[in-house]
């Protein structure tokens, strides 16, 4: 027995210094775990994760719904504007180019055109009603071309 004592103590020795070691790496990586917050073990920090866990969840579930109410509101605002400018008069020339026909829609092809017709003796401006890109009234070949170029500028997101 006494021929195995020596390799017997080594072996207690080198397992010693492996389990201080191994205590020591652990340790170390505790300590990493719990630098930068207040909690003194291992249960404060976990509590303090938790808690942080939990004011996330409150604060996404706030944006979360900040974001479709915007969402609702932007799809609501106008999105699409096409504008044509023409002569009304071109055969006797008292208008020139200074009538027009504007189109302000939402992504919903909702909204209005706007139609002036310019004289030199008085100014008519008139307002259509769009509703999913068509209105109530008969449009002009301008007011048609003004919706076209609104619902092209909603497409491209221009």
């Known amino acids: 027995m006494e021929l195995y004592m ?3 103590l080594i ?3 080198a397992t010693t ?3 201080a070691g191994l205590a020591l790496r652990t340790e170390i990586r505790l300590r990493k775990l719990l630098r930068g917050n207040k909690a003194k073990n291992l249960e404060e920090s976990i509590a303090l994760i938790e808690k942080d866990l939990k004011e996330m969840t409150l604060f996404k ?3 979360t719904t900040y974001l479709e109410a915007m969402e609702k509101r932007v799809g ?3 999105q699409g504007v096409g504008t044509v400018r023409f002569n009304p008069f071109k055969g006797d020339g ?3 180019n200074q009538s027009f026909a504007t189109s302000l829609i939402n992504e919903k092809g909702d ?3 706007l139609s002036s017709m310019y004289s030199r003796d008085h100014v008519s401006i008139f307002a259509k009603p769009i509703k999913n890109s068509n209105s109530e009234f008969e449009l002009t070949a301008e007011e048609k071309e003004s919706l076209k170029m609104a619902q092209e500028s909603v497409r491209s997101g221009k």
């Open 76 to 78: 609501k605002s106008i």
């Open 11 to 13: 072996g207690f020795g």
């Open 111 to 113: 909204g209005v055109i």
């Open 61 to 63: 579930k706030g944006v």
């Open 17 to 19: 210094i492996l389990l």
């Open 6 to 8: 020596q390799e017997i």
């Open 94 to 96: 008292s208008g020139g």
